[in-house]
């Protein structure tokens, strides 16, 4: 095999999904800890008071109701709010992920738990002492903290006012991005600005919905101020510690036209612009492409941008290009014969391909094909920030859990990967999705379980929140320390 020797094994979460402690040392609420649980079939709502006074809920990623705040409603269940409550479990977790042999671990800072509102001059000092010493703990065992700044947790009081669609959230991103480089100096190097960030735009037609030119005008708006904040914060970051190494993090969904048909190649093409390189180009590369225009035309978007947006982009690239790689999808112009839905992707059924049981392909070579295409464009370190399966675990009398369909995902997604290094690609890391057990974004359930650690929890919350050791476990285990050579099943 040929993964380098320093090669960044890990295992990644989030915040929001992991957490838990949401109204605990001095953390103020997130958009998360007001959006209902759901499931493959039922969609997650964010529940509001309206200005009367009315309880009321919406769907994600749609505009609060003039005069609306979040609140939490008798009724509903929060999955968000405990999560997996790392916040009071991390020196366990982080022991079980060190007997792994974890070299690195993928986490995130929830904003509101540094600023409460996110508008506060000083930070909440609580909150930095808790991540210092979650990242002390990682320390101590040798591992590695990959930080992601922002990763869907604006704080609710900001998202109330307007959130990303005011330009004054830059520099309230700004200062908790300082506030993050600057606590943690010597202690984090591996940074991540936005997670995802490319969702804003790439979810717009989620489930064939059609979005209006003005939740397209807004989306663009959005992003492009959260590009400006990131390259501020990368030009921040360098200037705080050299030693700072600083990436994005892009949704990557490989592409493929579903027919040979001109329209076909065409659409595909398209969709890999406004999808995936869109963002990747302003943020490796300090510019938007020469596609935009025909991006933003056929929407009639104009764009608040300044001459000074345009030099920070230029000026805060990153120096590393990170990505989640779950599943591929089809593009066509045709009518679908053959549907298939998962939480965030609707579109043609690829016959060459498996689906899992919430509609998402299994396609190791999409992320081969993935990082060959995107190193060639950048010729940027990559690394895989996230990248797992979802499925339903089912816990044995004696306890065990034999989830050797996770093992076979695993295996054939990292067998891609070495080939994909063979071919010259900069691979430094792969980090997997859940590697404990953990709340899901897309359903906000606990059954559709990633971790290689099984946390004893139900899609209600209710459970003892022990925590026990899947096969995947101790085979990822002896992945890493044959630093990926061992991919065989374990011996029974």
Same mark, same amino acid.
């Given at each position: 095999?040929?993964?380098?020797?320093?090669?960044?094994?890990?295992?990644?979460?989030?915040?929001?999904?992991?957490?838990?402690?949401?109204?605990? $040392?001095?953390?103020?609420?997130?958009?998360?800890?007001?959006?209902?649980?759901?499931?493959?079939?039922?969609?997650?709502?964010?529940?509001?008071?309206?200005?009367?006074?009315?309880?009321?809920?919406?769907?994600?990623?749609?505009?609060?109701?003039? $005069?609306?705040?979040?609140?939490?409603?008798?009724?509903? /269940?929060?999955?968000?709010?405990?999560?997996?409550?790392?916040? /009071?479990?991390?020196?366990?977790?982080?022991?079980?992920?060190?007997?792994?042999?974890?070299?690195?671990?993928?986490?995130?800072?929830?904003?509101?738990?540094?600023?409460?509102?996110?508008?506060?001059?000083?930070?909440?000092?609580?909150?930095?002492?808790?991540?210092?010493?979650?990242?002390?703990?990682?320390?101590?065992?040798?591992?590695?903290?990959?930080?992601?700044?922002?990763?869907? %947790?604006?704080?609710?009081?900001?998202?109330?006012?307007?959130?990303?669609?005011?330009?004054?959230?830059?520099?309230?991103?700004?200062?908790?991005?300082?506030?993050?480089?600057?606590?943690?100096?010597?202690?984090?190097?591996?940074?991540?600005?936005?997670?995802?960030?490319?969702?804003?735009?790439?979810?717009?037609?989620?489930?064939?919905?059609?979005?209006?030119?003005?939740?397209?005008?807004?989306? +663009? *708006?959005?992003?492009?101020?959260?590009?400006?904040?990131?390259?501020?914060?990368?030009?921040?970051?360098?200037?705080? %510690?050299?030693?700072?190494?600083?990436?994005?993090?892009?949704?990557?969904?490989?592409?493929?036209?579903?027919?040979?048909?001109?329209?076909?190649?065409?659409?595909?093409? =398209?969709?890999?612009?406004?999808?995936?390189? +869109?963002?990747?180009?302003?943020?490796?590369?300090?510019? =938007?492409?020469?596609?935009?225009?025909?991006?933003?035309?056929?929407? /009639?978007?104009?764009?608040?941008?300044?001459?000074?947006?345009?030099?920070?982009? *230029?000026?805060?690239?990153?120096?590393?290009?990170?990505?989640?790689?779950?599943?591929?999808?089809?593009?066509?112009?045709? *009518?679908?014969?053959?549907?298939?839905?998962?939480?965030?992707?609707?579109?043609?059924?690829?016959?060459?391909?498996?689906?899992?049981?919430?509609?998402?392909?299994?396609?190791?070579?999409?992320?081969?094909?993935?990082?060959?295409?995107?190193?060639?464009?950048?010729?940027?370190?990559?690394?895989?920030?996230?990248?797992?399966?979802?499925?339903? %675990?089912?816990?044995?009398?004696?306890?065990?859990?034999?989830? *050797?369909?996770?093992?076979?995902?695993?295996?054939?997604?990292?067998?891609?990967?070495?080939?994909?290094?063979?071919?010259?690609?900069?691979?430094?890391?792969?980090?997997?999705?859940?590697?404990?057990?953990?709340?899901?974004? $897309?359903?906000?359930?606990?059954?559709?379980?990633?971790?290689?650690?099984?946390?004893?929890?139900?899609?209600?919350?209710?459970?003892?929140?022990?925590?026990?050791?899947?096969?995947?476990?101790?085979?990822?285990?002896?992945?890493?320390?044959?630093?990926?050579?061992?991919?065989? %099943?374990?011996?029974?």
């Amino acid at each position: 095999m040929s993964f380098p020797k320093d090669f960044l094994w890990g295992g990644a979460t989030a915040a929001n999904q992991v957490e838990g402690g949401w109204n605990l $040392g001095g953390r103020g609420p997130a958009l998360t800890d007001f959006t209902t649980g759901g499931s493959v079939k039922e969609p997650r709502y964010e529940t509001f008071i309206d200005k009367d006074g009315n309880p009321g809920k919406k769907l994600q990623k749609t505009p609060l109701p003039e $005069g609306a705040h979040y609140a939490v409603i008798d009724g509903y /269940h929060y999955p968000n709010q405990q999560a997996v409550d790392f916040y /009071h479990h991390y020196k366990e977790d982080i022991a079980l992920f060190a007997e792994m042999g974890f070299k690195t671990f993928r986490m995130s800072i929830s904003w509101s738990r540094l600023y409460p509102k996110g508008i506060e001059k000083e930070p909440n000092k609580e909150g930095i002492e808790f991540y210092r010493n979650v990242f002390k703990e990682l320390r101590k065992y040798n591992i590695e903290p990959l930080v992601t700044i922002w990763h869907f %947790d604006t704080p609710a009081y900001l998202e109330e006012h307007g959130g990303w669609l005011n330009r004054e959230v830059i520099d309230d991103y700004v200062r908790f991005a300082t506030t993050c480089f600057t606590e943690y100096k010597g202690l984090v190097k591996y940074w991540l600005t936005f997670n995802e960030i490319n969702n804003t735009v790439m979810f717009l037609n989620m489930f064939g919905k059609t979005a209006t030119d003005k939740e397209y005008q807004d989306a +663009y *708006q959005i992003l492009h101020y959260q590009l400006v904040a990131s390259a501020k914060a990368v030009q921040i970051g360098h200037a705080i %510690d050299q030693e700072n190494m600083i990436g994005c993090m892009i949704c990557g969904i490989t592409r493929y036209p579903a027919t040979c048909d001109p329209e076909d190649i065409l659409k595909n093409r =398209y969709e890999w612009e406004k999808g995936i390189f +869109y963002c990747g180009d302003v943020q490796c590369k300090g510019r =938007y492409g020469t596609y935009v225009k025909r991006l933003w035309d056929e929407h /009639h978007v104009k764009l608040d941008i300044t001459e000074e947006d345009l030099l920070d982009l *230029q000026s805060g690239t990153v120096d590393m290009y990170t990505f989640s790689y779950y599943m591929s999808s089809l593009e066509t112009t045709h *009518q679908l014969k053959d549907k298939v839905s998962g939480n965030f992707v609707s579109g043609a059924r690829n016959e060459y391909l498996t689906y899992s049981d919430w509609g998402w392909a299994f396609d190791p070579k999409g992320l081969r094909y993935y990082l060959e295409m995107i190193y060639d464009r950048y010729e940027l370190p990559l690394m895989i920030v996230e990248n797992g399966l979802g499925a339903y %675990d089912t816990v044995e009398e004696d306890g065990s859990i034999h989830d *050797q369909y996770r093992i076979d995902y695993y295996r054939e997604h990292i067998k891609e990967m070495n080939i994909a290094i063979e071919h010259g690609v900069d691979l430094i890391g792969y980090t997997t999705w859940g590697c404990i057990d953990l709340v899901s974004a $897309g359903t906000g359930e606990m059954r559709k379980r990633y971790g290689f650690i099984y946390v004893d929890m139900d899609d209600e919350g209710k459970g003892s929140m022990k925590r026990s050791r899947k096969d995947s476990f101790y085979w990822y285990k002896q992945v890493i320390a044959s630093n990926g050579d061992h991919l065989d %099943d374990l011996a029974k």
